[in-house]
């Protein structure tokens, strides 16, 4: 069955939408005397907006209350740093690589990096590839399989856009919503009926084949009636709307809200906002008629409640000025950054399907186990479990599986050098400099912040001309704060802190001196004030959320 090209908006295949001049959006029809801020997009889009807090002068909420309290359900249903090529074969076993190769994606959250791995193999590569995509969320899990099935169900068009929209639309349309219940449900509950009489405790596997391509899912009983359960949800698209809109514009977070606003240029806040409004991926002034249907994977099945924080944004998942650029190809204005991202992600979906269908053997495999417990796992369902990529995401940070048993369950995975000199581990610290400013002390901290002051106030210049302690361009001041730390300085002290020699040497790994899969500060400012770029480089990164401190470390097998 095929999805209706027309039912998700009449651009999805073509290059115009409805308004391609995003700063002729008018605000005229909103009742601004009501809504004098978000609501009014009128005010939003002004050069000299500014948060409610600052105009009532009065201190913001994440001040008065800790600011890093987190609103809505604590699940990451969307990548919160950019995908990347977790093979980067041409600066590691070489473009014209032949061999067959093996990825693991350990604690995989969303397969954004799945996807970018599989679109970014060279067009002459021709060997067979096995990847494996786990995560201990069901909810994750669940999602990546219904995202998967309908890659190999659809062709690759009608595939990418609904892929795109059941992984970031919280609305989709009938025809959608009906593929899933018939096509993609039909497979599940044929396995569901099946394992009826199945023991609880064992992993139960079910493996179809798609051509050259091969989706075998490995879960509890429990696991795959939770999954039917999710595709089986009858929601009432109002009460789910209800349920999104508390998380996602809820009056306790409007301060929490403004303030990544007051980041953004003028057309970012509106475009930001729209999406936090509507939660359809779609470009700026598109049809929504047709999005009348809940997103069944994106819903609590009992209750209909969203499933993501408030802070959850589809842009945080892919680099920005790859979106940027891409957009140009459809004719979208550069301050439409939703409509970049839309058209960037199905184009970079459908190219996926396309890449998958064409090749030789593609074999997913997809499990919901924690990540210590995914070798064993392995070891019983696996001919080979020596992977020339693993990829472990965040689980290196303290608050999950930490270094020393991530390297040396993950790490036991990984191929030795003699068999592939460029198998390699890649770990995301997220948390690493955070932790090392606090372990140094408030004396440090306080230099660190008269240090980065000069930096900041010729960055910033435009908006530090009107600062009180509590007003707008004060809590912007701290926030670029972040982007001017010592970052080098304080991940050598992390690694101090955690023992990164002693726990290598403890897993028979070794940290490489140089990266070669991604670099170690991806999203780190690089330039200095004055150089070109830099004024753009610093608002861009300013406008993404991210403050340049996520570091990834490649370790090797020694």
């Known amino acids: ?126 060997g067979s590839c096995t990847y494996v995509i786990n995560d201990r969320d069901q909810v994750v899990v669940c999602r990546n399989v219904v995202i998967l099935l309908i890659a190999v169900l659809l062709p690759p068009v009608e595939a990418a856009d609904l892929m795109l929209h059941v992984w970031y639309s919280g609305r989709i349309t009938s025809s959608m919503l009906k593929f899933l219940k018939e096509s993609v449900r039909a497979l599940i509950a044929d396995v569901v009926v099946k394992i009826e009489s199945k023991k609880d405790d064992i992993v139960l596997s079910k493996t179809w084949n798609f051509g050259p391509r091969e989706v075998s899912v490995r879960l509890y009983k429990e696991q795959w009636s939770f999954l039917l359960k999710m595709l089986d949800s009858n929601h009432n698209v109002l009460e789910t709307e209800k349920h999104r809109l508390y998380v996602m514009l809820n009056v306790s977070r409007l301060d929490h809200q403004e303030r990544h606003l007051y980041c953004q240029t003028p057309a970012g806040r509106i475009c930001s906002h729209q999406m936090r409004k509507t939660g359809i991926l779609v470009p700026f002034g598109s049809c929504l008629e047709q999005f009348q249907c809940s997103n069944p994977t994106l819903f609590d099945a009992d209750t209909s409640e969203w499933l993501q924080k408030d802070s959850a944004d589809p842009i945080d998942s892919w680099p920005t000025e790859a979106v940027q650029s891409s957009g140009k190809n459809h004719g979208i204005p550069k301050e439409d950054r939703y409509g970049r991202l839309h058209f960037y992600i199905r184009d970079k979906l459908e190219t996926f399907c396309r890449r998958t269908a064409s090749a030789q053997k593609r074999r997913f495999h997809l499990y919901c186990v924690d990540a210590a417990d995914l070798p064993s796992h392995l070891n019983r369902n696996l001919e080979s479990t020596k992977f020339d990529r693993v990829e472990v995401a965040n689980i290196v940070d303290r608050p999950y599986l930490g270094l020393d048993q991530t390297l040396q369950t993950c790490g036991s995975l990984l191929k030795p050098s003699a068999e592939n000199p460029h198998a390699t581990l890649i770990a995301l610290f997220m948390n690493a400099i955070h932790i090392a400013e606090n372990d140094l002390g408030s004396d440090y901290m306080a230099k660190s912040f008269a240090s980065t002051v000069a930096k900041i106030t010729k960055f910033a210049a435009a908006r530090l001309s009107r600062i009180s302690k509590t007003g707008a361009a004060a809590t912007f001041t701290v926030q670029a704060r972040d982007v001017f730390r010592d970052f080098d300085h304080l991940f050598a002290h992390y690694m101090r802190m955690e023992d990164f020699e002693t726990a290598s040497r403890g897993a028979a790994m070794k940290m490489k001196a140089a990266n070669t899969v991604i670099a170690a500060w991806p999203l780190r400012l690089r330039k200095e004030f004055g150089e070109p770029g830099a004024q753009e480089a610093f608002d861009r990164l300013m406008e993404s959320g991210f403050s340049g401190n996520e570091r990834y470390v490649e370790w090797m097998r020694s």
């Open 1 to 126: 069955m095929e999805v209706d090209p027309s039912s998700s908006n009449s651009q999805q295949h073509h290059d115009k939408v409805p308004c391609a001049n995003i700063k002729q959006v008018d605000g005229d029809t909103i009742n601004c005397d009501k809504h004098a801020n978000l609501e009014c997009g009128k005010y939003l889009r002004t050069a000299n907006w500014l948060p409610t807090w600052d105009r009532e002068g009065r201190e913001p909420s994440f001040i008065s209350n800790h600011p890093f309290v987190t609103f809505g359900h604590l699940r990451y249903l969307w990548g919160n740093v950019p995908a990347y090529d977790v093979l980067n074969l041409s600066k590691n076993e070489g473009a014209d690589y032949g061999r067959d190769l093996s990825l693991c994606f350990a604690a995989s959250g969303d397969p954004r990096n799945l996807i970018e791995s599989v679109v970014n193999l060279p067009v002459n590569y021709h």
